[in-house]
């Protein structure tokens, strides 16, 4: 089968504040040769801690910022090579839940054109009641009334406001969604519920998801497969259940030992990091 | 937050203020109490009185009549001026903003910076100098200097809308640079935008009465606030009333649109963002 979204040896570095003016510029390797298959309908779990490049890596999978080498491969086709107008038609394809549902939603914008942005980009052409009524239907596919559409964000809960996130990134049918830390800006109680939508709407879309977040449990609940990050590397990947029971990193074995676990003794064989 | 606004006592009597002056600029429009440009050098220094309220200047024309076709000139100055720094300011700045640390934006941003390094009034003299003295000048010449500021605050102000992920949504929705900027970046920094016009407003009324002061801004016979504080020098001792209340006219625009600016800055505050 042949992937949806591929990435080759994607490297990115940013540049570091100098101290003084007379300082060698320094540059942090944020991401430094990741590849990555996500084949359709399949989940990729990425797990690392904070600073692991997860987020630059996702940015670099939404083609929101060149890599400074390396290959993103969607259906085949190098993003990074084409222009700017050329990767804007195929944007489309590719939708990404943010972290922070508070960030994520334009505080001066209507859900209804909110929702709608992306539609809007794809269908300019669509008449205002079919606008409605395709904004309508993906909000009540992702558990929000579609009498929402005249209210502003500030008006909804954390919760709510990332099913409305969701509803953006799945308008346009995408086949695949990125996902960075969809619920860990959420209470834990609201947690299960995103994720369960999204399970829900990964099999009934047929969505492909690279999904990543920093809570093991969550990863190895939705992943096919996973990848372990640390310092910009990915220093282990292969089958969720395989990584889980058979780490082979030590990474990966520490981070492990490090999930909080219920019922059960303190973990004095936790590993230290 | 109109509730709110309207127990902020600042915003409340700088809007009192403004509200005030435009009237008074609008009713100039269509109707003054004498002719405000007609001599009568019989009836001249006057002091106040039932026929002429504030009196009459040194040619016998009605002050009141002067004060209220100046508040006209006043906001007509403020308008345009204004107008003028936030259109091209505001584009410089968001332009600036989205090419962050490139040439364009080092090169928009030392420009401002070296428009900076003068005082307003004295290079407007200068400019004035150059172009010639009269009102159209004036404006231009205040104009020039609002560019700065709003590219200035324009640009810090996009910088930290385009940094939130309603921006990157947007991208990856497909929308284009532009489209994002007219979509999501302007409406998110209007009340930021809309605090210092009204400050500059009051700055520009300022600097327009400081020019026609000094015979380079408005010129005869339109009437100008500073131009009457200047015509009332002479007067001084025999007629007081007349730098009084062109002076006082001044002033009170000026505090009108200050106020104003003040209190909507806290209403649109961002950080208290409860609507």
Known sequence: ?273 | MITRALRHPSFVVGLAITLLVVLVAVIAAFWTPHDATAMRISARLRPPSATNWFGTDQFGRDVLSMLMMGARNALLVGVVAVGIGLSIGVALGMVAATREGSLLDEAIMRICDFTFAFPAVLTAILILTFLGPGLVNAIIAIGIFNIPVFARIARGAALQVMARDYIRAARAAGRTTFGILYRHVLPNITGILIVQASVQFALAILAEAGLSYLGIGTQPPNPSWGRMLNDSQTFLSQASYLAIFPGAAIALAVLGFNLLGDGLRDVLDPKSKER
Not at chain 1, 34 to 39: A, N, T, Y
Not at chain 1, 117 to 141: F, K, N, Q
């Open chain 1, 1 to 273: 089968m042949s992937p949806v979204l591929e990435a080759r040896d994607l490297c990115k570095s940013y540049a570091l504040p100098r101290g003084t003016l007379l300082e060698r510029q320094r540059r942090l390797q944020a991401v430094k040769n990741v590849s990555l298959r996500v084949e359709a309908g399949e989940t990729l779990g990425i797990v690392g801690e904070s600073g692991s490049g997860k987020s630059t890596l996702a940015r670099l999978l939404m083609a929101l910022e060149k890599p400074d080498s390396g290959q993103l491969l969607w259906q085949g086709e190098d993003l990074t090579a084409l222009t700017a107008a050329e990767l804007r038609a195929r944007r489309h394809g590719i939708q990404m839940v943010f972290q922070d549902p508070y960030g994520s939603l334009d505080p001066r914008m209507r859900i209804l054109d909110t929702v709608a942005e992306p539609l809007d980009m794809t269908e300019p052409g669509l008449s205002r009641e079919d606008r409605r009524a395709r904004v309508a239907d993906i909000l009540e596919r992702v558990g929000l009334n579609p009498e929402v559409l005249a209210r502003y964000p500030h008006q909804f809960s954390g919760g709510q406001r990332q099913r409305i996130a969701i509803a953006r990134a799945l308008i346009t049918r995408p086949r695949i969604l990125v996902a960075d830390e969809p619920a860990s800006a959420l209470d834990v109680s609201i947690q299960a519920q995103i994720l369960n939508l999204l399970a829900d709407l990964k099999l009934e879309f047929g969505l492909a998801m690279v999904f990543i977040s920093h809570d093991l449990g969550i990863v190895r609940y939705l992943s096919d497969r996973m990848m372990v990050m640390q310092h910009g590397v990915v220093v282990e990947e292969g089958e969720t259940e395989r990584v889980f029971t058979a780490p082979s990193h030590d990474y990966t074995r520490a981070l492990i030992a490090a999930m909080p676990r219920l019922f059960e003794e303190e973990d004095h064989g936790a590993q230290r990091l």
